[in-house]
């Protein structure tokens, strides 16, 4: 992979979680085309971000671990 296409996938997935999304390696596959990526949930960690991992159970039996953020946000109180 090149690096815009790195950066690329880097953002959707930050994005992507940033806005409540949650996701496994293999939601990331199907969503992005991303197959690094746990390479990227670092790179995103490494940036300063906070990133829950929560182990999970599928429906299959299989434990995988499971991504995501604290919501951004909006403020809604208006300054005085």
């Known amino acids: 992979r090149n690096y815009k296409e790195t950066q690329s996938q880097q ?3 930050l ?3 940033q806005y409540g999304g949650t996701l496994t390696a ?4 199907t969503k ?3 197959l690094s990526f746990g390479k990227r949930i670092s790179e995103i960690v490494a940036k300063g971000y906070f990133v ?3 182990w999970i159970v599928t429906p299959t ?3 995988v671990i499971r991504y995501s953020m604290p919501k951004v946000i909006e ?6």
């Open 26 to 29: 293999l939601d990331a596959l």
């Open 61 to 63: 039996g299989k434990r």
């Open 11 to 13: 953002k959707r997935i």
């Open 52 to 54: 829950q991992k929560d």
């Open 32 to 34: 992005f085309g991303c």
């Open 75 to 80: 403020s809604t109180v208006k300054p005085l």
């Open 15 to 17: 994005e992507y979680l």
